[in-house]
Protein backbone atom coordinates (compact mmCIF):
# COMPACT_ATOMS: atom_id res chain seq x y z
CA UNK A 1 0.00 0.00 0.00
CA UNK A 2 1.33 3.18 -0.85
CA UNK A 3 1.52 6.65 1.93
CA UNK A 4 -1.42 7.80 -0.57
CA UNK A 5 -3.84 5.19 0.59
CA UNK A 6 -2.79 5.10 4.10
CA UNK A 7 -4.09 8.68 3.77
CA UNK A 8 -7.36 7.80 2.30
CA UNK A 9 -7.82 4.91 4.57
CA UNK A 10 -7.57 7.26 7.32
CA UNK A 11 -9.85 10.02 6.08
CA UNK A 12 -12.50 7.81 5.24
CA UNK A 13 -12.11 5.77 8.38
CA UNK A 14 -12.42 9.12 10.68
CA UNK A 15 -15.94 9.81 8.72
CA UNK A 16 -17.09 6.08 8.10
CA UNK A 17 -15.73 3.58 9.89
CA UNK A 18 -14.57 4.80 13.52
CA UNK A 19 -12.04 2.46 14.23
CA UNK A 20 -9.80 3.17 10.81
CA UNK A 21 -9.64 6.63 12.65
CA UNK A 22 -6.79 4.78 14.54
CA UNK A 23 -4.87 2.02 12.73
CA UNK A 24 -3.06 -0.60 14.26
CA UNK A 25 0.25 0.03 12.69
CA UNK A 26 -0.60 4.02 12.49
CA UNK A 27 0.61 5.68 9.19
CA UNK A 28 4.10 3.75 9.32
CA UNK A 29 5.15 0.90 11.19
CA UNK A 30 4.24 2.05 14.27
CA UNK A 31 1.94 -0.69 16.43
CA UNK A 32 -0.86 0.49 18.17
CA UNK A 33 -0.32 1.42 21.55
CA UNK A 34 -2.35 -0.59 23.65
CA UNK A 35 0.41 -3.81 22.60
CA UNK A 36 3.28 -2.14 23.27
CA UNK A 37 5.26 -4.22 25.67
CA UNK A 38 3.05 -7.35 25.04
CA UNK A 39 4.71 -10.43 24.23
CA UNK A 40 3.25 -12.06 20.73
CA UNK A 41 3.35 -15.70 19.95
CA UNK A 42 4.11 -16.48 16.83
CA UNK A 43 0.98 -18.07 14.16
CA UNK A 44 1.72 -19.41 10.69
CA UNK A 45 -1.15 -16.84 9.32
CA UNK A 46 0.27 -13.42 9.24
CA UNK A 47 -3.30 -11.89 9.20
CA UNK A 48 -4.03 -12.81 12.17
CA UNK A 49 -1.76 -11.15 15.24
CA UNK A 50 -1.55 -12.98 18.71
CA UNK A 51 -0.60 -11.10 22.05
CA UNK A 52 -0.20 -12.75 25.81
CA UNK A 53 -2.17 -10.42 27.71
CA UNK A 54 -2.46 -12.01 30.54
CA UNK A 55 -1.70 -15.96 32.00
CA UNK A 56 -3.84 -18.51 29.56
CA UNK A 57 -5.40 -15.26 27.92
CA UNK A 58 -4.15 -14.82 24.24
CA UNK A 59 -5.70 -11.79 22.09
CA UNK A 60 -6.07 -12.73 18.57
CA UNK A 61 -5.83 -9.49 16.56
CA UNK A 62 -6.92 -8.61 12.79
CA UNK A 63 -4.57 -5.63 13.05
CA UNK A 64 -5.06 -5.12 8.95
CA UNK A 65 -8.44 -4.63 8.80
CA UNK A 66 -10.42 -1.52 10.15
CA UNK A 67 -12.45 -2.82 12.90
CA UNK A 68 -9.03 -3.69 14.54
CA UNK A 69 -11.22 -6.81 16.34
CA UNK A 70 -9.53 -8.58 19.30
CA UNK A 71 -10.96 -12.17 20.02
CA UNK A 72 -9.39 -13.97 23.16
CA UNK A 73 -7.77 -17.50 23.36
CA UNK A 74 -8.63 -17.98 27.39
CA UNK A 75 -7.00 -21.89 28.21
CA UNK A 76 -7.60 -23.49 31.27
CA UNK A 77 -5.87 -27.12 32.33
CA UNK A 78 -9.10 -29.16 30.66
CA UNK A 79 -10.33 -26.56 28.05
CA UNK A 80 -10.55 -23.32 26.24
CA UNK A 81 -12.76 -20.73 25.52
CA UNK A 82 -12.71 -19.11 22.34
CA UNK A 83 -14.10 -15.57 23.27
CA UNK A 84 -15.21 -13.89 19.45
CA UNK A 85 -14.49 -14.99 15.98
CA UNK A 86 -13.33 -12.10 14.37
CA UNK A 87 -14.12 -11.28 10.62
CA UNK A 88 -13.92 -14.63 9.04
CA UNK A 89 -11.83 -13.37 6.64
CA UNK A 90 -9.16 -15.37 7.56
CA UNK A 91 -9.39 -19.29 9.42
CA UNK A 92 -9.09 -18.18 12.89
CA UNK A 93 -9.98 -22.01 13.83
CA UNK A 94 -6.28 -22.86 12.22
CA UNK A 95 -4.46 -20.26 14.16
CA UNK A 96 -6.36 -21.41 17.51
CA UNK A 97 -5.46 -25.10 16.69
CA UNK A 98 -1.60 -23.96 16.74
CA UNK A 99 -2.37 -22.24 19.83
CA UNK A 100 -3.96 -24.90 22.17
CA UNK A 101 -4.77 -28.25 22.00
CA UNK A 102 -7.45 -28.39 24.33
CA UNK A 103 -10.94 -28.79 23.22
CA UNK A 104 -12.24 -25.11 22.42
CA UNK A 105 -15.73 -23.86 23.27
CA UNK A 106 -16.73 -20.52 21.20
CA UNK A 107 -18.84 -17.77 22.83
CA UNK A 108 -19.57 -14.15 21.66
CA UNK A 109 -19.51 -11.00 23.61
CA UNK A 110 -22.17 -9.99 20.96
CA UNK A 111 -23.47 -11.47 17.26
CA UNK A 112 -22.20 -8.50 15.26
CA UNK A 113 -20.95 -9.54 12.25
CA UNK A 114 -17.32 -8.72 13.29
CA UNK A 115 -17.37 -10.88 16.00
CA UNK A 116 -19.56 -14.03 14.78
CA UNK A 117 -16.63 -14.37 11.54
CA UNK A 118 -15.36 -17.87 12.13
CA UNK A 119 -18.39 -18.82 14.22
CA UNK A 120 -18.86 -21.75 11.64
CA UNK A 121 -15.56 -23.20 11.86
CA UNK A 122 -16.24 -24.57 15.26
CA UNK A 123 -18.75 -27.45 16.49
CA UNK A 124 -19.13 -26.07 19.98
CA UNK A 125 -21.10 -22.57 20.24
CA UNK A 126 -22.88 -21.12 23.44
CA UNK A 127 -25.53 -18.58 22.73
CA UNK A 128 -27.28 -16.36 24.10
CA UNK A 129 -31.08 -16.87 24.21
CA UNK A 130 -32.35 -14.22 22.26
CA UNK A 131 -34.50 -13.55 18.90
CA UNK A 132 -31.35 -11.29 18.10
CA UNK A 133 -28.94 -14.01 18.25
CA UNK A 134 -31.07 -16.62 16.52
CA UNK A 135 -31.38 -13.97 13.66
CA UNK A 136 -27.60 -13.56 13.52
CA UNK A 137 -27.23 -17.06 13.59
CA UNK A 138 -28.34 -17.49 10.08
CA UNK A 139 -25.59 -15.67 8.65
CA UNK A 140 -24.69 -12.06 6.98
CA UNK A 141 -25.24 -11.61 3.36
CA UNK A 142 -22.71 -9.96 1.20
CA UNK A 143 -24.43 -7.20 0.25
CA UNK A 144 -24.25 -6.27 4.29
CA UNK A 145 -20.85 -6.84 4.78
CA UNK A 146 -18.56 -6.38 1.22
CA UNK A 147 -17.55 -3.24 2.24
CA UNK A 148 -15.70 -4.51 5.19
CA UNK A 149 -13.53 -6.24 2.67
CA UNK A 150 -13.38 -3.10 0.06
CA UNK A 151 -9.65 -1.71 -0.59
CA UNK A 152 -10.39 1.55 2.00
CA UNK A 153 -10.98 -1.44 4.76
CA UNK A 154 -7.91 -3.01 4.59
CA UNK A 155 -4.38 -2.46 5.02
CA UNK A 156 -2.73 -5.35 3.23
CA UNK A 157 -3.97 -7.96 0.18
CA UNK A 158 -6.71 -9.92 1.41
CA UNK A 159 -5.95 -13.73 2.27
CA UNK A 160 -5.13 -15.74 -0.80
CA UNK A 161 -9.06 -16.81 -1.85
CA UNK A 162 -11.42 -14.00 -0.25
CA UNK A 163 -13.36 -12.48 -3.22
CA UNK A 164 -15.09 -9.31 -2.01
CA UNK A 165 -17.89 -10.68 -4.14
CA UNK A 166 -18.51 -13.49 -2.09
CA UNK A 167 -17.41 -12.36 1.41
CA UNK A 168 -20.53 -13.37 3.87
CA UNK A 169 -20.82 -14.42 7.65
CA UNK A 170 -20.92 -17.80 7.36
CA UNK A 171 -24.64 -19.02 9.07
CA UNK A 172 -23.13 -21.52 12.18
CA UNK A 173 -25.30 -23.80 14.58
CA UNK A 174 -25.57 -22.81 18.38
CA UNK A 175 -25.17 -25.88 20.49
CA UNK A 176 -26.37 -24.36 23.77
CA UNK A 177 -28.16 -21.46 24.62
CA UNK A 178 -27.25 -19.93 27.70
CA UNK A 179 -28.81 -16.85 30.03
CA UNK A 180 -27.15 -14.50 32.75
CA UNK A 181 -24.44 -15.71 35.28
CA UNK A 182 -23.91 -18.95 32.85
CA UNK A 183 -20.72 -20.64 34.26
CA UNK A 184 -18.04 -22.05 31.80
CA UNK A 185 -15.69 -24.72 33.48
CA UNK A 186 -12.04 -24.52 32.16
CA UNK A 187 -10.86 -27.01 34.59
CA UNK A 188 -8.63 -24.83 37.16
CA UNK A 189 -10.04 -21.24 35.83
CA UNK A 190 -13.91 -20.38 35.78
CA UNK A 191 -15.57 -18.05 34.07
CA UNK A 192 -19.32 -16.23 34.41
CA UNK A 193 -21.34 -14.78 32.07
CA UNK A 194 -22.56 -11.27 32.63
CA UNK A 195 -26.11 -10.14 30.68
CA UNK A 196 -25.00 -6.46 29.80
CA UNK A 197 -28.02 -5.68 26.98
CA UNK A 198 -27.80 -2.40 25.30
CA UNK A 199 -25.00 -2.46 22.55
CA UNK A 200 -26.99 -5.15 20.99
CA UNK A 201 -29.86 -7.46 22.89
CA UNK A 202 -27.31 -10.53 23.41
CA UNK A 203 -24.09 -8.30 24.79
CA UNK A 204 -22.18 -9.84 27.37
CA UNK A 205 -19.29 -9.76 29.62
CA UNK A 206 -17.28 -12.52 30.54
CA UNK A 207 -16.33 -12.41 34.32
CA UNK A 208 -13.23 -14.19 36.27
CA UNK A 209 -13.93 -13.40 39.76
CA UNK A 210 -10.61 -15.11 40.30
CA UNK A 211 -8.35 -13.02 38.75
CA UNK A 212 -10.53 -9.80 38.66
CA UNK A 213 -10.79 -10.11 34.40
CA UNK A 214 -13.44 -8.49 32.66
CA UNK A 215 -14.04 -8.92 28.85
CA UNK A 216 -16.54 -6.08 27.96
CA UNK A 217 -16.78 -6.85 23.93
CA UNK A 218 -18.34 -3.71 22.44
CA UNK A 219 -19.78 -2.03 25.55
CA UNK A 220 -16.28 -0.91 26.29
CA UNK A 221 -13.21 -0.38 24.19
CA UNK A 222 -10.95 2.60 23.67
CA UNK A 223 -12.35 4.70 20.88
CA UNK A 224 -15.37 5.49 19.10
CA UNK A 225 -18.40 2.73 21.11
CA UNK A 226 -20.57 2.43 18.58
CA UNK A 227 -24.17 3.47 19.87
CA UNK A 228 -26.20 4.50 16.30
CA UNK A 229 -26.99 1.05 15.09
CA UNK A 230 -30.82 0.42 15.51
CA UNK A 231 -30.43 -2.80 17.59
CA UNK A 232 -28.66 -0.36 20.14
CA UNK A 233 -31.10 0.21 23.26
CA UNK A 234 -29.61 3.44 24.91
CA UNK A 235 -31.60 2.81 28.05
CA UNK A 236 -30.84 -0.65 28.61
CA UNK A 237 -26.90 0.45 27.31
CA UNK A 238 -26.95 2.73 30.70
CA UNK A 239 -28.28 0.17 33.03
CA UNK A 240 -26.00 -2.71 31.98
CA UNK A 241 -23.07 -0.12 32.27
CA UNK A 242 -24.55 0.56 35.72
CA UNK A 243 -23.85 -2.76 36.34
CA UNK A 244 -20.54 -3.21 35.21
CA UNK A 245 -19.28 -0.35 37.43
CA UNK A 246 -20.72 -2.50 40.14
CA UNK A 247 -18.14 -4.79 39.86
CA UNK A 248 -15.48 -2.08 38.85
CA UNK A 249 -13.70 -2.58 42.61
CA UNK A 250 -13.60 -6.50 42.19
CA UNK A 251 -11.83 -5.78 39.02
CA UNK A 252 -8.03 -5.44 37.73
CA UNK A 253 -7.92 -5.45 33.93
CA UNK A 254 -10.71 -4.90 31.19
CA UNK A 255 -10.36 -7.08 27.74
CA UNK A 256 -11.98 -5.13 25.48
CA UNK A 257 -12.80 -6.08 21.94
CA UNK A 258 -11.52 -3.65 19.74
CA UNK A 259 -8.22 -1.70 19.63
CA UNK A 260 -5.91 -1.91 22.53
CA UNK A 261 -6.54 -5.41 24.10
CA UNK A 262 -5.91 -4.18 28.23
CA UNK A 263 -7.23 -1.29 29.79
CA UNK A 264 -8.07 0.05 33.40
CA UNK A 265 -11.48 -1.15 34.94
CA UNK A 266 -11.75 2.58 36.39
CA UNK A 267 -12.51 3.20 32.37
CA UNK A 268 -16.18 2.01 33.03
CA UNK A 269 -16.67 4.56 35.73
CA UNK A 270 -15.59 6.88 33.23
CA UNK A 271 -18.09 5.79 30.34
CA UNK A 272 -20.81 5.52 32.27
CA UNK A 273 -20.24 9.19 33.72
CA UNK A 274 -19.88 10.13 30.15
CA UNK A 275 -23.05 9.15 28.93
CA UNK A 276 -24.61 10.95 31.91
CA UNK A 277 -22.88 13.98 30.62
CA UNK A 278 -24.10 13.10 26.73
CA UNK A 279 -27.65 12.16 28.55
CA UNK A 280 -27.77 15.76 30.40
CA UNK A 281 -27.30 17.76 27.33
CA UNK A 282 -23.99 18.64 28.98
CA UNK A 283 -21.33 17.30 25.90
CA UNK A 284 -20.20 18.88 22.80
CA UNK A 285 -20.24 16.43 20.53
CA UNK A 286 -18.98 16.77 16.97
CA UNK A 287 -20.96 15.97 13.71
CA UNK A 288 -19.26 13.22 11.64
CA UNK A 289 -21.03 14.39 8.31
CA UNK A 290 -22.56 10.81 7.71
CA UNK A 291 -26.31 11.91 10.36
CA UNK A 292 -23.96 10.84 13.26
CA UNK A 293 -22.55 12.30 16.54
CA UNK A 294 -19.56 12.06 18.37
CA UNK A 295 -18.74 12.51 21.62
CA UNK A 296 -15.27 12.48 22.90
CA UNK A 297 -13.73 12.07 26.53
CA UNK A 298 -10.42 11.18 25.87
CA UNK A 299 -9.28 7.91 25.81
CA UNK A 300 -13.29 6.78 24.26
CA UNK A 301 -15.94 8.80 22.18
CA UNK A 302 -19.83 7.88 21.96
CA UNK A 303 -20.58 7.92 18.61
CA UNK A 304 -24.42 7.97 18.43
CA UNK A 305 -27.50 8.76 15.87
CA UNK A 306 -27.74 12.67 15.57
CA UNK A 307 -31.40 11.72 15.76
CA UNK A 308 -31.33 10.36 18.81
CA UNK A 309 -32.59 11.76 21.76
CA UNK A 310 -31.03 10.17 24.81
CA UNK A 311 -34.01 9.26 28.38
ZN1 LIG B 1 -17.49 -4.89 17.20
Given at each position: ?????????????????????S????????????Y?????V??????????????????I??????QE?V??????S???L???T??????????????T??P????NS?????????N?????????????T?????G???????????????????P??????T??????????????????????????V??????????????????????????????P?????????????????E????????????F?????????????????N?????????A????????????????????????????
Amino acid sequence: MTGLVFILVGIIGAISKPFGGSPGYGDGDEPHPGYVGLERVPVSDDWFEVHIVAPGVLAISEPFQWQEVVSYLITGSERALLFDTGMGISSISSVVRELTSLPVTVLNSHTHFDHIGGNAEFDRILAMDTEYTRHSALGIANSEVREEVSPEAVRRPLPEGVDPSTYRISPFEVTQYIADGHRIDLGDRELEVVSIPGHTPDSIALLESDTGFLWTGDTFYEGPIWLFVPETDLVAYEESLERLVGLVPRLTTLFPAHEAPKANPRRLEELRNALALVKAGKAEGEDTGDGRIEYGFGAFSLLMDGSDRVG
